[in-house]
């Protein structure tokens, strides 16, 4: 497994994370056996950095998270996120909110210090209020967290956000068929020292080659329910893209992977990686096989310009139109 340093964090962190939506909700069922299998799996390959949020099952994959920390010891570093368990709009991002969420997650996750605190996709406003940010810095002093960064929606977010002299991290969706954060956003990171942690790497499952357009999803899986937006932004899921295209677009990716010897998600989440700028990728697992199929993307030989090259070709055919000006 590859390292990289998180940012302004100052931590050094596995190139391939675990992301925790799905031990807490919203990908269908997950029981605490299987969660807990998923985390040991990932640390016995070599993942260090966990991110999860405080709204991830109203609490649970952080609960789930603090309990294995407990028992194992392991060291990992954790990130998690805060915003989202009130209605969104800019007043509602003060001090003294900040306060009880974070108290919230330390309780959660049997913390005293946080190690890294994101804002949790706010409104665009956020970004640029000074107040917001001198909260944070004010959660740094107290001890309450280490670091602060935020995880957004938009290239401009991202890029007011780095602007920013105390933000360690940013996380943003990257993948195969969300290429625009590779115009402005990892150059900019680069020379300001700030983190990127790259969510959604396999676009919701499409780059792992295995959907179809028959493929179902449960219920309460949100591949099903917010494919339109219904719930929340409709880029978190499958990156925004249309499913059909992306299932075209992703068995074109697989030939790809393949013929560079790779099974297409390993590739996927291997590329992402490897980009200038890129701390750390985030790909969720629901088993532990999952779980050591992503961690074993760490360790690939790097893809190369011509690999590059065709991810390009194929996002320009397939997505730039409907997806660069919106996100």
């Known amino acids: ?42 640390v016995d390959a070599g993942v260090t950095v966990f991110d999860t949020a405080d709204v991830y099952g109203d609490g649970r994959s952080e609960q789930l998270i603090g309990r294995f920390l407990a028992d194992t010891g392991a060291p990992v570093f954790v990130a998690t996120k805060m915003g989202r368990r009130v209605d969104q709009v ?10 009880a969420w974070t108290d919230r997650s330390r309780r959660n996750l049997d913390m005293d210090t946080l190690p890294l605190v994101q804002l949790h996709c706010p409104p665009t406003a956020v970004y640029s209020d000074d107040r917001v940010f001198d909260a944070l810095d004010t959660l740094v002093a107290d001890g309450a967290i280490a670091s602060y960064g935020v995880s957004v929606e938009t290239a401009d977010e991202a890029l007011t956000a780095i602007a920013r002299p105390n933000v360690a991290t940013v996380q943003i969706i990257l993948n195969a ?79 790809l992977a393949r013929q560079h010897g790779l099974e297409p998600a390993r590739a996927a989440l291997a590329w992402v990686a490897q ?38 070709d194929l996002y320009d055919r397939y997505f730039r139109e409907a997806i660069h000006p919106r996100w």
């Open 1 to 42: 497994m590859q390292t990289r340093t998180l940012g302004r964090t100052g931590a050094t962190v596995s190139s391939i994370g675990l992301g925790t939506w799905q031990l807490g909700a919203d990908w269908g069922e997950v029981s605490e056996e299987d969660a807990t299998a998923v985390l040991q799996a990932s």
């Open 177 to 255: 068929f969300r290429l625009k954060p590779l115009d402005r956003v990892l150059p900019a990171a680069v020379e300001a020292g700030v983190g990127i942690i790259a969510r959604v790497p396999l676009a919701s499952g499409l780059l792992s080659g295995k959907y179809t357009r028959e493929t179902t999803f449960a219920e309460n899986d949100h591949r099903n329910y917010n494919r339109n937006g219904e719930a929340f932004d409709v880029g978190e899921t499958f990156s925004g893209v249309d499913y059909d295209s992306g299932i075209a677009a992703a068995q074109e990716f697989a030939d």
């Open 90 to 99: 800019p007043e509602n991002y003060t001090l003294e909110n900040f306060r």
């Open 275 to 312: 980009l200038d700028g890129v701390s750390t990728v985030i790909p969720g697992a629901r088993n532990p096989e999952q779980a050591r199929g992503n961690a074993a993307a760490g360790p690939v030989e790097p893809l190369g310009e011509e690999f590059t090259t065709a991810v390009r």
